[in-house]
T-cell receptor, first 114, second 114 residues
Framework: DQQVKQNSPSLSVQEGRISILNCDYTNSMFDYFLWYKKYPAEGPTFLIS?????DKNEDGRFTVFLNKSAKHLSLHIVPSQPGDSAVYFCAASRGSGNTGKLIFGQGTTLQVKP | EAQVTQNPRYLITVTGKKLTVTCSQNMNHEYMSWYRQDPGLGLRQIYY???????DKGDVPEGYKVSRKEKRNFPLILESPSPNQTSLYFC?????????????FGPGTRLTVT
Protein backbone atom coordinates (compact mmCIF):
# COMPACT_ATOMS: atom_id res chain seq x y z
CA ASP A 1 0.00 0.00 0.00
CA GLN A 2 1.68 3.15 -1.26
CA GLN A 3 0.82 5.85 1.29
CA VAL A 4 2.67 8.55 -0.62
CA LYS A 5 2.24 8.65 -4.37
CA GLN A 6 3.87 10.61 -7.15
CA ASN A 7 1.81 9.67 -10.17
CA SER A 8 3.96 11.39 -12.76
CA PRO A 9 7.20 9.47 -13.33
CA SER A 10 8.63 12.28 -15.42
CA LEU A 11 8.18 15.93 -16.32
CA SER A 12 9.86 18.05 -18.98
CA VAL A 13 9.79 21.86 -18.97
CA GLN A 14 11.55 24.67 -20.75
CA GLU A 15 14.15 26.73 -18.95
CA GLY A 16 12.60 29.81 -17.34
CA ARG A 17 9.12 28.29 -17.09
CA ILE A 18 7.42 26.91 -14.00
CA SER A 19 7.85 23.29 -12.95
CA ILE A 20 5.05 21.77 -10.87
CA LEU A 21 5.62 18.43 -9.21
CA ASN A 22 2.71 16.73 -7.51
CA CYS A 23 2.35 14.33 -4.62
CA ASP A 24 -0.69 12.67 -3.05
CA TYR A 25 -0.95 10.90 0.28
CA THR A 26 -3.52 8.69 1.91
CA ASN A 27 -2.73 8.84 5.64
CA SER A 28 -4.40 11.80 7.33
CA MET A 29 -2.09 11.34 10.34
CA PHE A 30 0.91 12.67 8.40
CA ASP A 31 1.86 16.02 9.88
CA TYR A 32 5.06 16.93 8.09
CA PHE A 33 5.96 16.82 4.43
CA LEU A 34 9.25 17.21 2.64
CA TRP A 35 10.80 17.31 -0.79
CA TYR A 36 14.19 15.84 -1.59
CA LYS A 37 16.19 16.19 -4.78
CA LYS A 38 18.47 13.51 -6.15
CA TYR A 39 21.13 13.76 -8.84
CA PRO A 40 22.52 10.60 -10.50
CA ALA A 41 25.20 8.80 -8.48
CA GLU A 42 24.48 10.93 -5.41
CA GLY A 43 22.30 10.57 -2.35
CA PRO A 44 19.10 12.60 -2.00
CA THR A 45 19.43 16.09 -0.55
CA PHE A 46 16.80 17.91 1.47
CA LEU A 47 15.09 20.69 -0.46
CA ILE A 48 12.10 22.12 1.40
CA SER A 49 9.49 21.07 3.94
CA UNK A 50 6.08 22.07 5.25
CA UNK A 51 4.19 21.41 8.44
CA UNK A 52 0.54 20.39 8.30
CA UNK A 53 -0.39 23.59 10.13
CA UNK A 54 0.65 25.60 7.09
CA ASP A 55 -0.53 25.60 3.51
CA LYS A 56 2.50 27.21 1.89
CA ASN A 57 6.22 27.43 2.43
CA GLU A 58 8.61 29.33 0.21
CA ASP A 59 12.37 29.22 -0.15
CA GLY A 60 13.78 31.19 -3.03
CA ARG A 61 12.65 29.64 -6.31
CA PHE A 62 10.98 26.74 -4.51
CA THR A 63 7.49 26.81 -3.02
CA VAL A 64 5.60 23.91 -1.52
CA PHE A 65 1.82 24.00 -1.28
CA LEU A 66 -0.22 21.73 0.96
CA ASN A 67 -3.93 21.02 0.49
CA LYS A 68 -4.91 18.91 3.49
CA SER A 69 -8.51 18.39 2.43
CA ALA A 70 -7.34 16.90 -0.87
CA LYS A 71 -4.34 15.16 0.74
CA HIS A 72 -2.19 16.73 -1.92
CA LEU A 73 1.03 18.68 -2.01
CA SER A 74 2.93 20.24 -4.83
CA LEU A 75 6.36 21.70 -5.41
CA HIS A 76 6.66 24.75 -7.65
CA ILE A 77 9.99 25.77 -9.12
CA VAL A 78 10.05 29.23 -10.66
CA PRO A 79 11.93 29.90 -12.83
CA SER A 80 13.18 26.45 -13.73
CA GLN A 81 16.87 26.08 -14.53
CA PRO A 82 18.77 23.27 -16.27
CA GLY A 83 20.55 22.54 -12.97
CA ASP A 84 17.16 21.64 -11.49
CA SER A 85 17.09 18.50 -13.66
CA ALA A 86 16.99 15.68 -11.13
CA VAL A 87 14.69 13.15 -9.48
CA TYR A 88 12.39 14.72 -6.89
CA PHE A 89 10.97 12.69 -4.03
CA CYS A 90 8.20 13.81 -1.73
CA ALA A 91 8.09 12.32 1.75
CA ALA A 92 5.76 12.36 4.71
CA SER A 93 6.06 11.77 8.42
CA ARG A 94 3.88 11.80 11.50
CA GLY A 95 4.49 12.36 15.17
CA SER A 96 6.22 15.73 15.15
CA GLY A 97 9.59 14.41 14.25
CA ASN A 98 10.21 11.75 16.83
CA THR A 99 8.74 8.66 15.24
CA GLY A 100 11.78 7.99 13.12
CA LYS A 101 9.88 7.09 9.98
CA LEU A 102 9.75 8.84 6.66
CA ILE A 103 7.52 7.51 3.88
CA PHE A 104 8.74 8.41 0.40
CA GLY A 105 6.95 8.59 -2.91
CA GLN A 106 8.21 6.90 -6.06
CA GLY A 107 9.94 9.98 -7.40
CA THR A 108 9.46 12.25 -10.43
CA THR A 109 12.27 12.86 -12.89
CA LEU A 110 12.37 16.52 -13.92
CA GLN A 111 14.13 17.56 -17.10
CA VAL A 112 14.62 21.27 -17.68
CA LYS A 113 15.55 21.97 -21.29
CA PRO A 114 17.78 24.96 -22.12
CA GLU B 1 33.40 18.35 5.91
CA ALA B 2 30.08 17.10 7.26
CA GLN B 3 29.21 13.90 5.51
CA VAL B 4 27.77 10.41 5.52
CA THR B 5 30.04 7.79 4.03
CA GLN B 6 29.13 4.33 2.81
CA ASN B 7 31.33 1.43 1.81
CA PRO B 8 31.53 -0.22 -0.56
CA ARG B 9 29.94 1.91 -3.27
CA TYR B 10 29.46 -1.08 -5.56
CA LEU B 11 29.19 -4.74 -4.64
CA ILE B 12 28.44 -7.86 -6.64
CA THR B 13 27.97 -11.01 -4.62
CA VAL B 14 26.36 -14.43 -4.76
CA THR B 15 23.27 -15.75 -3.04
CA GLY B 16 23.86 -16.72 0.57
CA LYS B 17 27.23 -15.05 1.09
CA LYS B 18 27.02 -12.81 4.15
CA LEU B 19 27.92 -9.18 3.60
CA THR B 20 28.08 -5.91 5.51
CA VAL B 21 27.65 -2.41 4.16
CA THR B 22 29.17 0.17 6.44
CA CYS B 23 27.79 3.63 7.15
CA SER B 24 29.50 6.36 9.11
CA GLN B 25 28.63 9.99 9.87
CA ASN B 26 30.76 12.73 11.37
CA MET B 27 27.99 15.11 12.46
CA ASN B 28 27.24 13.62 15.88
CA HIS B 29 23.70 12.83 14.74
CA GLU B 30 21.52 10.71 16.99
CA TYR B 31 19.35 9.39 14.19
CA MET B 32 20.51 7.04 11.44
CA SER B 33 18.56 5.07 8.88
CA TRP B 34 18.89 2.69 5.95
CA TYR B 35 16.79 2.88 2.77
CA ARG B 36 16.64 0.95 -0.43
CA GLN B 37 15.68 2.49 -3.75
CA ASP B 38 13.99 0.38 -6.42
CA PRO B 39 12.48 1.48 -9.75
CA GLY B 40 8.86 2.52 -9.38
CA LEU B 41 8.96 2.13 -5.61
CA GLY B 42 10.96 5.12 -4.49
CA LEU B 43 12.87 4.98 -1.23
CA ARG B 44 11.74 2.46 1.35
CA GLN B 45 13.02 2.43 4.90
CA ILE B 46 14.72 -0.76 6.09
CA TYR B 47 15.80 0.02 9.66
CA TYR B 48 16.45 3.10 11.70
CA UNK B 49 18.12 4.00 14.96
CA UNK B 50 17.23 6.83 17.31
CA UNK B 51 20.46 6.48 19.29
CA UNK B 52 23.16 4.03 20.38
CA UNK B 53 21.71 0.56 21.04
CA UNK B 54 18.24 1.73 19.93
CA UNK B 55 17.09 0.34 16.60
CA ASP B 56 13.70 -0.32 15.04
CA LYS B 57 12.22 -1.80 11.90
CA GLY B 58 11.20 0.30 8.96
CA ASP B 59 8.87 -0.83 6.21
CA VAL B 60 11.01 -3.55 4.60
CA PRO B 61 13.23 -5.10 7.31
CA GLU B 62 13.03 -8.74 6.19
CA GLY B 63 16.44 -10.20 5.36
CA TYR B 64 18.41 -7.38 6.99
CA LYS B 65 20.07 -6.74 10.32
CA VAL B 66 21.57 -3.63 11.81
CA SER B 67 23.51 -2.66 14.90
CA ARG B 68 24.29 0.67 16.56
CA LYS B 69 27.17 0.19 18.97
CA GLU B 70 28.67 3.61 18.35
CA LYS B 71 26.95 6.86 17.57
CA ARG B 72 28.77 7.43 14.31
CA ASN B 73 28.38 3.95 12.75
CA PHE B 74 25.31 2.06 11.56
CA PRO B 75 26.24 -1.03 9.51
CA LEU B 76 23.69 -2.93 7.41
CA ILE B 77 24.11 -6.69 7.48
CA LEU B 78 22.71 -9.17 4.98
CA GLU B 79 23.17 -12.59 6.59
CA SER B 80 22.08 -14.56 3.52
CA PRO B 81 21.58 -12.26 0.55
CA SER B 82 19.07 -13.18 -2.13
CA PRO B 83 18.55 -11.77 -5.64
CA ASN B 84 15.51 -9.74 -4.50
CA GLN B 85 17.89 -7.71 -2.36
CA THR B 86 19.58 -6.38 -5.47
CA SER B 87 19.03 -2.66 -5.06
CA LEU B 88 20.52 0.76 -4.44
CA TYR B 89 21.01 1.35 -0.72
CA PHE B 90 21.28 4.66 1.08
CA CYS B 91 22.29 5.45 4.62
CA UNK B 92 21.07 8.69 6.19
CA UNK B 93 21.52 10.58 9.43
CA UNK B 94 20.03 13.58 11.17
CA UNK B 95 19.45 15.27 14.46
CA UNK B 96 16.32 14.21 16.31
CA UNK B 97 13.21 16.33 16.62
CA UNK B 98 12.60 18.89 13.93
CA UNK B 99 15.99 18.17 12.46
CA UNK B 100 14.91 14.62 11.79
CA UNK B 101 13.42 15.70 8.55
CA UNK B 102 16.55 17.20 7.13
CA UNK B 103 18.29 13.90 6.73
CA UNK B 104 21.75 13.78 5.23
CA PHE B 105 22.18 10.92 2.82
CA GLY B 106 25.26 8.99 1.87
CA PRO B 107 26.22 8.51 -1.80
CA GLY B 108 24.62 5.07 -2.07
CA THR B 109 25.76 1.46 -2.42
CA ARG B 110 24.70 -0.45 -5.49
CA LEU B 111 24.34 -4.12 -4.58
CA THR B 112 23.86 -6.94 -7.05
CA VAL B 113 23.10 -10.43 -5.78
CA THR B 114 23.39 -13.20 -8.38
Amino acid sequence: DQQVKQNSPSLSVQEGRISILNCDYTNSMFDYFLWYKKYPAEGPTFLISISSIKDKNEDGRFTVFLNKSAKHLSLHIVPSQPGDSAVYFCAASRGSGNTGKLIFGQGTTLQVKP
Amino acid sequence: EAQVTQNPRYLITVTGKKLTVTCSQNMNHEYMSWYRQDPGLGLRQIYYSMNVEVTDKGDVPEGYKVSRKEKRNFPLILESPSPNQTSLYFCASSLLGQGLYEQYFGPGTRLTVT
